[in-house]
């Protein structure tokens, strides 16, 4: 199983990005996806989820409105828009798969990628 994520980079505050998760070695329709993030010092938080239909969405209170989940299972990828960043969304931000209900929950992710990591500049 590999997640792959990339698109991440050096951008102003106020800037966007685009990330994107490519899966292999699992049915991906089959799976919930989610994003996490963890900056230095501190724990892997949630940042957005997408159901395996793409039909449901969440997102972290704290950057609900900036962001934008999305998933093409004939591509086995999700994607994940940023907008409107700031400084303090700068982390390491990563992929993961479920089958559990809770997609907010870290404990239920049974794959991870290996990181992209979004740095936003004042």
């Known amino acids: 199983v590999q997640l792959q994520a990339y698109g991440g980079g050096l951008v102003q505050a106020g800037g966007s990005l685009r990330l ?4 292999s070695g699992i049915t991906f329709s089959s799976y919930h996806m989610g994003w996490f993030r963890q ?3 501190k724990e892997r938080e ?3 989820a997408i159901s395996r239909n793409g039909v449901t969405t969440y997102y972290a209170d704290s950057m609900k409105g900036r962001l934008a989940i999305s998933r093409a299972n004939n591509k086995n990828t999700v994607y994940l828009q940023m907008n409107s960043l700031k ?3 700068t982390a390491v931000y990563y992929c ?3 089958r559990g209900l809770s997609m907010r929950d870290l404990e239920g992710y049974l794959f991870w990628g290996q990181g ?3 740095t936003v500049s004042s």
């Open 20 to 23: 994107s998760c490519a899966a």
């Open 39 to 41: 900056a230095p010092g």
């Open 46 to 48: 949630f940042v957005a």
């Open 87 to 89: 400084p303090e969304d």
């Open 96 to 98: 993961g798969a479920t």
């Open 116 to 118: 992209t990591q979004v």
